[in-house]
């Protein structure tokens, strides 16, 4: 019903600055932070994007009207190993 009645309303945001769509060279991170270091209930995710050249473009509808993204990002699991690319929704507005 949110996207129906655009109350949601998300963009795709993939390519980085300087990285382009090569998505094996993406630099921003989603780090899991269990709830036992801080974390929410349940544990959460902290997305970074640590550099310039990590700066998320071309994200289409992100500068007016979405209020949603899909961000893809190099997933860091709570013992500090990288999982791989993932998505991950992130609310914007």
């Known amino acids: 019903p949110l996207v ?11 390519t980085e600055l300087g990285h382009g769509s090569n998505v094996r ?9 269990p709830e036992s270091k801080g974390g929410q209930a349940g544990g ?11 700066s998320k473009f071309w ?3 992100l500068g007016r009207t979405a209020n949603h993204a899909m ?11 990288d999982r791989g690319m ?4 992130v609310p914007l507005r």
């Open 4 to 14: 129906r009645d655009w109350k949601m309303i998300g963009c795709y945001a993939q």
């Open 25 to 33: 060279a993406l630099e921003t991170t989603a780090t899991f932070l």
């Open 44 to 54: 959460s995710f902290v997305i970074n994007s640590p550099t310039l050249t990590s």
């Open 59 to 61: 994200p289409g509808t």
């Open 71 to 81: 961000v893809i990002a190099r997933l860091i699991d709570g013992e500090g190993v």
């Open 86 to 89: 993932y998505n991950f929704l």
